[in-house]
């Protein structure tokens, strides 16, 4: 089983950047796959999930400080995430990492057994 994140990278505050995750390895489609964050000497901080609703539907949910600034979305196959994140703020710097996992509460880290090896974003004023 393999997640890879990109499109991490060095914006100013008030942009946008657009993150990417693909899984490999086994059939994501009724897992919830979610987006964290983690910045050195803090805890690993839930930011967006995925879940799978049945049939072809997934819903979306968001920490509070995601609301209305970020957007998850799912391929569908099941198997893919992008997280598009508007407005960016230098709170937002953190190292995000991609996840997929079938336990609840979808919040938080020990929900999740697969994990991508992360991708730095940086925002700067």
């Known amino acids: 089983v393999q997640l890879v994140e990109s499109g991490g990278g060095l914006v100013q505050v008030g942009g946008s950047l657009r993150l990417s995750c693909a899984a490999s390895?086994?059939?994501?489609?009724?897992?919830?796959m979610a987006w964290f964050r983690h910045a050195p000497g803090k805890e690993r901080e839930f930011v967006a999930a995925?879940?799978?609703?049945?049939?072809?539907?997934?819903?979306?949910y968001y920490d509070d400080s995601a609301k209305g600034r970020f957007t998850i979305s799912r391929a569908t196959d099941g198997n893919a995430i992008d997280l598009q994140m508007d407005s960016l703020r230098p709170e937002d710097t953190d190292v995000y990492y991609c996840?997929?996992?079938?336990?609840?509460?979808?919040?938080?880290?020990?929900?999740?057994?697969?994990w991508g090896q992360g991708t730095q974003v940086s925002v700067f004023s």
């Open positions: 995925s879940t799978w609703g049945g049939r072809r539907t997934y819903y979306a």
């Open positions: 390895g086994r059939t994501f489609s009724t897992y919830v």
């Open positions: 996840a997929a996992g079938n336990r609840k509460p979808f919040e938080i880290d020990s929900s999740y057994d697969d």
